[in-house]
């Protein structure tokens, strides 16, 4: 070693070139991991944040199905709890109505056995089921529903009973005039007058449906303060023979009700002995000749009663008014309904009589009834009528007054022929003809007198004023 040499400097230490390669490494690799492995890792730790939050939405929602699935099986049982309630209420219905039907029967057994004979009680049976109480029980008191409680007929109703009647004919009716006099309008451009007429043959001035006359004629002469105007329509198609019943029935209705008018809207016009006994005894007729309808809503009719169906609506929705079947009985003055929009009595089948509606003009139960026919189908017999009246009443109660008691108007057709029934009570009868025709025609002011039946009385209490055989 040298003078003059600085002993305390270290050497110079020079690394191989493998190990820069690894310094640099070490320096790269750190470098890459932050530039390349974190942004991978946040990227897919974001991936798998959406994909928690995903199945915890699918969980939710299966969860949500779950309670679903709970809420429509808890559903279903309680939609069969009610069902088998509802099956249960009608099986205790169906019961009532047949212990109903038991009773009913044993109390006309009883009356059978009593009185040798079976007969109807009417309303007095009816009334004394629906109060839950004995015949016996009811008595005179007013109970019920809207059944009339001035008893007509007189209180005598065994009808084994013969009196002494007088002889009416069809020559030698109380009301018949030598000289037939009509009360027929007669219209200007602006007033309507009544002239009495004197008609000595069967010519009558005829009107056309929706005739402003009749309208004039309604307006002027017809007012009233009721809501249904006191105006009858009557229908009648066909060449059918006006026999005794169709004269006894118009004739009820002018006797009991006495109409401002009586319209007959025809499209054969009647003709025969008792069409002109009416015409004689009646002087408020006036004859409509209209066109029966051939179709409803595009579909042909079948049947004639169809047409009449159809055309009563109109009828009633123009004019407002009563409307009676030609068969239809009238006992008593309807008056007392005349204040509601529109009424209709229940018939034995518990559907709703079609042969006596009341309306005001322009009904809203009348109009949607007419609007029904949209659905109709030809080959229904009574789906657009009868049917569709009760569907009707069910769907819109406060549109129409039902009476509930069907005595009032339609007792069972059972009764009207070989039985008697009490109709103390009722405003009308229907006269079922099905199967009964050729009884019907065979009746007349002479086999009435004797005619121990329903039918035989109602025609002598009509006709003579009392209901009891004639000696």
């Given at each position: 070693m040298g003078i003059g040499t600085n002993i305390s400097k270290k050497p110079k230490i020079v690394f191989p070139t493998c190990i820069r390669l690894v310094r640099i490494f070490?320096?790269?690799?750190?470098?890459?991991?932050?530039?390349?492995?974190?942004p991978y890792a946040y990227v897919h730790m974001d991936s798998f944040s959406i994909y928690r939050k995903v199945q915890a939405k699918e969980n939710n929602e299966t969860q949500l199905f779950k309670i679903t699935s709970a809420r429509m099986q808890n559903t279903l049982r309680t939609s069969k709890l009610k069902d088998s309630r509802r099956v249960a209420k009608q099986n205790n219905e169906t019961q009532i109505l047949k212990n109903t039907l038991a009773r009913i029967q044993n109390i006309l057994r009883a009356s059978k056995q009593a009185r040798g004979r079976s007969r109807e009680e009417s309303c007095d049976i009816e009334i004394a089921l629906l109060r839950n109480r004995t015949v016996k029980e009811l008595g005179t008191s007013p109970v019920g529903l809207s059944v009339n409680y001035t008893a007509i007929g007189g209180t005598d109703w065994n009808f084994n009973t013969s009196i002494r009647c007088s002889n009416i004919t069809s020559s030698n009716f109380p009301q018949r005039k030598k000289n037939r006099h009509q009360n027929l309008p007669k219209c200007d451009a602006e007033y309507v007058k009544l002239e009495n007429l004197e008609r000595m043959n069967d010519s009558f001035p005829l009107f056309g449906s929706r005739d402003n006359c009749i309208r004039k004629k309604i307006n002027t002469?017809?007012?009233?303060?009721?809501?249904?105007?006191?105006?009858?329509?009557?229908?009648?198609?066909?060449?059918l023979k006006f026999d005794f019943i169709y004269f006894v029935a118009m004739y009820s209705t002018f006797k009991h009700q006495n109409p401002c008018v009586i319209f007959v809207y025809y499209d054969t016009l009647p003709s025969g002995e008792y069409w002109t006994l009416l015409l004689d005894v009646v002087p408020n007729i006036i004859l409509v000749s209209v066109t029966s309808p051939s179709e409803i809503s595009g579909r042909k009719i079948i049947y004639v009663q169809h047409k009449s169906d159809i055309l009563r609506l109109?009828?009633?929705?123009?004019?407002?008014?009563?409307y009676l079947d030609t068969d239809q009985l009238l006992l008593r003055s309807v008056d007392r309904f005349r204040n509601k929009d529109c009424t209709m009595g229940w018939a034995p089948d518990i559907s709703i009589g079609s042969a006596l509606i009341l309306a005001k003009k322009q009904s809203s139960f009348i109009r949607r009834w007419i609007e029904s026919y949209a659905s109709y189908n030809p080959k229904l017999w009574g789906e657009n009528s009868v049917l569709m009246a009760a569907k009707l009443a069910i769907q819109y109660p406060t549109l129409i007054n039902v009476e509930k008691h069907y005595c009032l108007f339609y007792p069972d057709p059972v009764y009207y022929y070989n039985h008697n029934y009490k109709w103390s009570h009722s405003y009308s009868l229907h006269i079922f003809k099905q199967g009964k025709m050729e009884q019907m025609k065979a009746m007349n002011f002479t086999s009435i007198r004797k005619l121990n039946s329903t039918l035989g009385a109602v025609f002598r209490y009509i006709l003579f004023g009392n209901k009891e055989l004639c000696l």
């Amino acid at each position: 070693m040298g003078i003059g040499t600085n002993i305390s400097k270290k050497p110079k230490i020079v690394f191989p070139t493998c190990i820069r390669l690894v310094r640099i490494f070490c320096f790269i690799i750190p470098s890459l991991v932050m530039f390349l492995v974190i942004p991978y890792a946040y990227v897919h730790m974001d991936s798998f944040s959406i994909y928690r939050k995903v199945q915890a939405k699918e969980n939710n929602e299966t969860q949500l199905f779950k309670i679903t699935s709970a809420r429509m099986q808890n559903t279903l049982r309680t939609s069969k709890l009610k069902d088998s309630r509802r099956v249960a209420k009608q099986n205790n219905e169906t019961q009532i109505l047949k212990n109903t039907l038991a009773r009913i029967q044993n109390i006309l057994r009883a009356s059978k056995q009593a009185r040798g004979r079976s007969r109807e009680e009417s309303c007095d049976i009816e009334i004394a089921l629906l109060r839950n109480r004995t015949v016996k029980e009811l008595g005179t008191s007013p109970v019920g529903l809207s059944v009339n409680y001035t008893a007509i007929g007189g209180t005598d109703w065994n009808f084994n009973t013969s009196i002494r009647c007088s002889n009416i004919t069809s020559s030698n009716f109380p009301q018949r005039k030598k000289n037939r006099h009509q009360n027929l309008p007669k219209c200007d451009a602006e007033y309507v007058k009544l002239e009495n007429l004197e008609r000595m043959n069967d010519s009558f001035p005829l009107f056309g449906s929706r005739d402003n006359c009749i309208r004039k004629k309604i307006n002027t002469f017809c007012k009233t303060d009721l809501v249904v105007p006191n105006i009858v329509h009557f229908i009648w198609f066909g060449n059918l023979k006006f026999d005794f019943i169709y004269f006894v029935a118009m004739y009820s209705t002018f006797k009991h009700q006495n109409p401002c008018v009586i319209f007959v809207y025809y499209d054969t016009l009647p003709s025969g002995e008792y069409w002109t006994l009416l015409l004689d005894v009646v002087p408020n007729i006036i004859l409509v000749s209209v066109t029966s309808p051939s179709e409803i809503s595009g579909r042909k009719i079948i049947y004639v009663q169809h047409k009449s169906d159809i055309l009563r609506l109109l009828i009633l929705k123009e004019y407002g008014g009563i409307y009676l079947d030609t068969d239809q009985l009238l006992l008593r003055s309807v008056d007392r309904f005349r204040n509601k929009d529109c009424t209709m009595g229940w018939a034995p089948d518990i559907s709703i009589g079609s042969a006596l509606i009341l309306a005001k003009k322009q009904s809203s139960f009348i109009r949607r009834w007419i609007e029904s026919y949209a659905s109709y189908n030809p080959k229904l017999w009574g789906e657009n009528s009868v049917l569709m009246a009760a569907k009707l009443a069910i769907q819109y109660p406060t549109l129409i007054n039902v009476e509930k008691h069907y005595c009032l108007f339609y007792p069972d057709p059972v009764y009207y022929y070989n039985h008697n029934y009490k109709w103390s009570h009722s405003y009308s009868l229907h006269i079922f003809k099905q199967g009964k025709m050729e009884q019907m025609k065979a009746m007349n002011f002479t086999s009435i007198r004797k005619l121990n039946s329903t039918l035989g009385a109602v025609f002598r209490y009509i006709l003579f004023g009392n209901k009891e055989l004639c000696l």
